[in-house]
């Protein structure tokens, strides 16, 4: 469990305690403890089995793939997926690949649904560069309508391994997978995936 949910969760137990002593009536002090049950739900954090196939591109979170297509970028062509969390998803955020971290980068923004796409651009996120085993792959944390707060645990230099826990968006919110075009795409749009055991695309192993 990520240690926010304890924290959520200890203090809105605190607080029917303190309606119980006040009020005697234990029928207001349910409230509190449901939000608390939901706080320890929320922030679970589930172990992971991680795939050790060669060049296998895994998804960043939970949630389910809204866009799966190729982009145009100032870098060239790139393939795009993107995942929606919805409030009831699991919001830890795993690296997709080993590599370096290449680059962190948090810009603010607006609280659009993170079902639009022009949330991508406008919302509050954190950008993600990573390269490793030849390749850089770029993974964008995005608030959503709900989520006020972006956590990122890792900062350039870092070195990540795949499937590695590395922050989480709070409440609803959406995650943006950039890899290059030459991946192999293994998800469609519309299909649920787990972060760090969903395979999303393969990229073609560089040798030497």
């Known amino acids: 469990m990520v240690k ?5 969760g200890l203090g809105l137990v605190a607080v029917a305690g303190l309606i119980l002593f006040a009020t005697g009536d234990r029928i207001l002090s349910v409230p509190p403890l449901l939000l608390a ?9 589930p ?9 296998a591109i895994v998804s960043p979170a939970d949630g389910v793939v809204t866009e799966a297509e190729w982009v145009e970028t100032t870098q060239g062509s790139k393939l795009r997926i993107s995942i929606f969390l919805n ?5 830890v955020n795993r690296s997709p690949i080993a590599g370096t971290v290449k680059l962190v980068e948090y810009r603010e923004g607006g609280f659009l649904n993170a079902m639009a796409p022009e949330s991508s651009l406008t919302n509050e996120q954190t950008l993600i560069q990573i390269e490793g085993d030849g390749y850089e792959i770029s993974l964008k944390q995005i608030a959503g309508l709900i989520a006020r707060r ?11 391994e795949r499937g590695q826990r590395i922050g989480m968006i709070k409440f609803g919110s959406r995650c943006d997978v950039l890899m290059p075009a ?8 519309g299909e649920r995936v787990k972060g760090g055991s969903s395979l999303l695309a393969v990229l073609p192993v560089v040798e030497g």
Request: hydrophobic content about 45%; charged content about 30%; proline content about 2%.
């Open 4 to 8: 926010d949910g304890i924290w959520y």
């Open 37 to 45: 049950a939901f706080f320890l739900w929320f922030f679970r954090d």
């Open 47 to 55: 172990s992971r089995r991680i795939t050790a196939e060669p060049g």
């Open 87 to 91: 409030v009831f998803d699991v919001h």
């Open 150 to 160: 972006i956590v990122c645990n890792v900062k350039a230099g870092d070195r990540v």
């Open 182 to 189: 030459e991946a192999t795409l293994k998800v469609r749009t």
